[in-house]
C-alpha cells in the first residue's frame, strides 16, 4: 500500500520569504516521490522527483527537496518566494502501486 | 505529439446523458494514466493501462464508468448515465514506462465535465 500526506491545505507566505511545503509518505517498498505543480485551469507540471542517488533533488524554479527515510518525508522548499510560485502543489508517491498516490494539494499564496 | 492531448476540453452535458472524453499520450508512451480531479481536491487514481497487460482498474468508482485504449495510442474513458457528482476535471497522463520504474508521468491540460 502507498499513501501520501500533505500538511497544510493552504499556506501563505510573503514575497521573499522561504517556502516550505511539508509531504509525508507511507510506502511498503522503497518509494519514488514527486512534486507537481498546478496552475490555475492548467494541468500538472513536474517540479522534481527522488528515484534514487542523492536524498536532495533540485527542480526547476528554484525548488528542490529532500528525501528523509528515517522521518518518510519529502518536504519541498524554496529560499525566496516570488509572485508566480502562486500554485497548487501536488506530492505524489510511486511505491508498491503501479500507478502514482497523490496528496490532497497544498495552495501557496504569495502576498506582496 | 508534443505532449499529452485531452479532446474535449470542456464539455457540459445533461444528467443521464453518455459522455466520451479522449486521450492521445504522447507518442511512445506505453503507459497511460486516468485520474479525476473534483474542485478544490486532489487526483483520484482511475485506470491505467500499460502496454499489452489487463488494465488496473481499481479505481474506477462504478461501473457507469470504462475505458479502453487501442493498442499504445488513443484511449476513451467513458461514464454513463452522468451524475452531478461526475462533475470534474477528467486528467490523462502518460509515461515512457510504468511509474514503478521512477518514470515521470506527464499530463494533458484535462476535459471539464459539467453534468447539469
Known amino acids: 500500500a502507498q499513501s501520501v500526506t500533505q500538511l497544510g491545505s493552504h499556506v501563505s507566505v510573503s514575497e521573499g520569504a522561504l517556502v516550505l511545503l511539508r509531504c509525508n509518505y507511507s510506502?511498503?517498498?522503497?518509494?519514488?516521490l514527486f512534486w507537481y505543480v498546478q496552475y490555475p485551469n492548467q494541468g500538472l507540471q513536474l517540479l522534481l522527483k527522488?528515484?534514487?542517488?542523492?536524498?536532495l533533488v533540485k527542480g526547476i524554479n528554484g525548488f528542490e527537496a529532500e528525501f528523509k527515510k528515517s522521518e518518510t518525508s519529502f518536504h519541498l522548499t524554496k529560499p525566496s518566494a516570488h509572485m508566480s510560485d502562486a500554485a497548487e502543489y501536488f506530492c505524489?508517491?510511486?511505491?508498491?502501486?503501479?500507478?502514482?498516490?497523490f496528496g490532497s494539494g497544498t495552495q501557496l499564496t504569495v502576498l506582496p | 505529439g508534443a505532449g499529452v492531448s485531452q479532446s474535449p476540453s470542456n464539455k457540459v452535458t445533461e444528467k443521464g446523458k453518455d459522455v466520451e472524453l479522449r486521450c492521445d499520450p504522447i507518442?511512445?508512451?506505453?503507459?497511460l494514466y486516468w485520474y479525476r480531479q473534483r474542485l478544490g481536491q486532489g487526483l483520484e487514481f482511475l485506470i491505467y493501462?500499460?502496454?499489452?497487460?489487463?488494465?488496473?482498474k481499481s479505481g474506477l468508482p462504478s461501473d457507469r464508468f470504462s475505458a479502453e485504449r487501442t493498442g499504445e495510442s488513443v484511449s476513451t474513458l467513458t461514464i454513463q448515465r452522468t451524475q452531478q457528482e461526475d462533475s470534474a476535471v477528467y486528467l490523462c497522463?502518460?509515461?515512457?514506462?510504468?511509474?514503478?520504474?521512477?518514470?515521470?508521468?506527464?499530463f494533458g491540460e484535462g476535459s471539464w465535465l459539467t453534468v447539469v
Open positions: 507518442s511512445g508512451h506505453t503507459a
Open positions: 510506502s511498503s517498498v522503497p518509494p519514488y
Open positions: 505524489a508517491v510511486s511505491g508498491s502501486a503501479r500507478q502514482l498516490t
Open positions: 527522488y528515484t534514487t542517488g542523492a536524498t
Open positions: 497522463a502518460s509515461s515512457l514506462l510504468g511509474t514503478a520504474s521512477g518514470n515521470t508521468i506527464y
Open positions: 493501462f500499460q502496454g499489452n497487460s489487463a488494465p488496473d
